[in-house]
């Protein structure tokens, strides 16, 4: 039978006398899981702001119409030839609609889907900006301000004004910071845009919209769909883009494919759009994993050291506690004991040095043209750090102490004893 | 009488750097109450014989009984659990646990044995330093204190469980003659007055007159 409290009144005995070296070996773990969990936090924060940067923006699965040429030309359909060479010259794209065919049922046939989180249409045409005599061109975009910023973080990128305002404003216009910047304008003044088909439209400037994008920047702005319908003289549903946001990213592939092919549209997922994306990502995560895990096995080999001494040092108090009855086993959990509390108190400190750390970095300013909403590095305290950080603390004092600890089990008492 | 301790027809190897045979069919009893020495030249095995007979050394050949039960081929575990309740033991070098204070080293083997509550084993380890006068010690750092005083505090420990049979590696070795026989008359209270048996190599001539018996040893195997 073990008896927990005397091998743990030992053990503390033991640490509490070699208070120098104990505090020693639990400050190589606070320094270890300290700085795992500031990097950890500190890099996947950069990261999931470099991701937010393009994916927060991007939709998981984007619907449209393609403009391509005709899978079967109509030579195809001819029975005579089906053993025969054609060669078609001079091959033109089908003439095609923009707008999604019933774009509206489509919607609503998706948002009864349970692994869609939201569907947002969108109506995207070209457009000139007119000041005085100059046209200079640019891309509008029609959308649900409300919807757009919940699902798509739109409201993160708007410099000046809110998603709020364009969604009350009616012919309201959500300007490009660049167009603003070539054409002098501030909020609340009117810019007047002409679409392709002819005809000038003054919008109301409700605020600015600075992507981090310069050369976006300079032609993309937003309004709402009505408008945008309503410059362009279509009806309301007259719907050139629908934009999904799933639940679960690996969706995207699958479900993407079923829409292409029960909707007869273009669907591309997220994953075929930003694919040098994920991996500038995985590569960032694995840098970060290999740094921490060094630090951490450093941390390791400093307690497996420490406690290789201490049992040194001990050997006499060892052979005693076997000559008085203690049991290798016992000697081994006195010993493990002294480590796992190291582990533990050195964990603590470092869960509460990472936090305190990676809190202050949180307080630096950072600023930067891509990101107009964020002022201080982005941190990510991720609740799950500190409990991979704590396991590791434990895990790896567990390791370092066992080897030595195994030692101390086998010493012969009679050596010792009798070395003297 | 009834046997404490009975060794029987024990033999041992020293296997490195070449074999050589230490303990030649060594056989003897002691009995309760009994005080017995053992003497004999220095590499005569009286000491290897000692940690045989201590449980501790378990590489030899012969059947070892402590009170009449066969200890030899025991597990590891079992045999520190006899050790802890039915062997006393005191070194040359009155091997403390430096970092605990007296009171706590003589409470240790009975808080591993964890027969009696913390308070009696307290009380216990009180009433045996007071036995040995040292009962003033009870709260100093074991490094802290002589000689003498570490060797009685050994002997303490060693009652602390109410053993058997205690044993000792030439306990008296290391003091001065006051105090080797302070430790001789304390050994042999504890024979005469609670029938403790007890069982020393020892050096030193006059202190194993006054034992007993005495067990001479040479070359491995016991003369008289």
Same mark, same amino acid.
């Given at each position: ?5 005397v091998?743990?009144s ?12 104990t ?14 969990i500031?990097?950890?936090c500190f ?19 984007h619907?449209?119409n ?8 109509p ?14 010259h001079?091959?033109?794209p089908k ?6 065919h ?47 910023a ?9 410099v ?36 392709i ?11 600015f ?22 410059v ?9 883009d629908?934009n999904?946001k ?18 007869n ?19 960032r995560?694995l840098?970060?994993?290999a740094?921490s895990?060094?630090l ?11 406690l ?12 005693i ?7 290798g086993?016992d ?19 470092g ?52 080897l ?5 089990r086998k010493i ?9 | 009488?009834s ?8 033999n041992?190897? &020293?296997?490195?750097?070449?074999? &050589?045979h230490?303990?030649k ?12 020495s ?21 590489d ?25 309740k ?9 091997y ?28 216990d ?28 505090v050994?002997?303490a ?10 044993m000792?590696?030439?306990?008296t ?14 050994f042999?209270?504890?024979?005469n ?10 050096h ?6 006054k ?14």
């Open positions: 039978m073990t008896n927990w409290r091998i743990l030992i053990a503390k005995t033991h640490l509490l006398t070699k208070i120098k070296q505090s020693t070996a639990a400050l190589g773990v606070t320094f270890g899981i300290g700085s795992y500031t990097l950890v890099m996947t924060g950069l990261n999931s702001m470099l991701d937010g940067l393009i994916l927060n923006q991007t939709p998981h699965i619907i449209y393609e403009i391509e040429p005709s899978k079967k030309q030579i195809t359909l001819y029975n005579k030839l089906t053993n025969n060479f054609t060669v078609v001079s091959v033109k003439l095609s609609q923009k707008k999604i019933n774009a509206l049922p489509i919607i609503k046939y998706l948002e009864e889907n349970k692994n869609i989180r939201g569907v947002l249409p969108q109506i995207k045409t070209q457009i000139f900006y007119i000041a005085g005599s100059i046209e200079l061109g640019g891309n509008l975009i029609g959308i649900n301000p409300i919807d757009e919940k699902l798509f973080n739109i409201q993160d990128y708007i000046e004004g809110s998603a709020q305002d364009l969604q009350n404003t009616d012919n309201g216009i959500l300007l490009g910071i660049g167009i603003a910047k070539k054409m002098s304008l501030k909020v609340g003044d009117r810019v007047q845009i002409s679409p088909s002819g005809g000038i439209f003054p919008l109301k400037i409700v605020g919209y600075q992507s981090g994008i310069a050369d976006l920047d300079a032609i993309q702005s937003y309004t709402n769909i009505k408008t945008v319908q309503r362009l003289g279509e009806a309301q549903n007259y719907i050139t629908i999904i799933l639940y679960d990213i690996e969706q995207a592939v699958p479900l993407s494919k079923i829409i292409e092919k029960q909707f549209v273009r669907a591309i997922d997220i994953k075929t759009a930003n694919a040098q994306f994920e991996t500038g990502t995985a590569v995560n840098i970060t994993y740094v895990i060094t951490l096995i450093v941390a390791g080999f400093g307690i497996y050291n420490i290789n001494m201490l049992i040194y040092e001990k050997m006499n108090d060892i052979a506690l076997k000559a008085t009855g203690f049991s086993k000697v081994q959990l006195i010993f493990m004991s002294q480590a796992m509390i190291i582990g533990f108190v050195g964990g603590i400190l869960l509460l040095v990472g936090f305190g750390l990676a809190k202050f970095i949180g307080t630096i300013p950072f600023q930067t043209e891509a990101l107009p909403t964020i002022e201080t590095y982005p941190i990510n305290m991720n609740p799950m750090f500190f409990v991979i950080g704590f396991s590791f603390a434990m895990i790896s004092t567990f390791l370092a102490g066992y030595p600890s195994k030692k101390a012969d008492p009679v050596k010792i004893i009798r070395g003297q | 009488m046997v404490v301790l009975e060794a029987k027809h024990i041992k190897y &020293f296997r490195k750097p070449v074999t &050589f230490v303990l069919d060594v056989n003897f009893k002691i009995e309760k109450g009994e005080f017995v053992i003497m004999g030249k220095s590499g005569c095995g009286k000491s290897t014989l000692l940690y045989i007979l201590s449980t501790m050394d378990t030899y050949e012969g059947e070892l009984l402590l009170n009449n039960q066969l200890v030899s081929g025991q597990n590891r575990d079992h045999l520190s659990y006899l050790r802890n039915h062997i006393g033991f005191v070194f040359q070098f009155h403390l646990l430096s970092d605990f204070s007296v009171l706590e080293n003589v409470m240790l083997p009975a808080k591993k044995l964890a027969e009696k509550s913390l308070k009696e084993i307290e009380y380890a009180i009433q045996k330093l007071k036995m040995l006068d040292i009962e003033n010690l009870a709260n100093k750092r074991a490094s802290r204190i002589s000689g003498g005083e570490k060797q009685r050994a002997i420990r060693a009652l602390i469980n109410n053993p058997s049979i205690i000792g590696d030439e306990p070795g290391n003091l001065d003659s006051y105090n080797a026989e302070n430790v001789f008359n304390i042999k209270e504890l024979s007055e609670q029938g403790l048996s007890l069982l020393i190599v020892t030193d001539e006059d202190f194993a007159k034992t007993n018996r005495i067990i001479q040893m040479g070359d491995g195997a016991i003369i008289s």
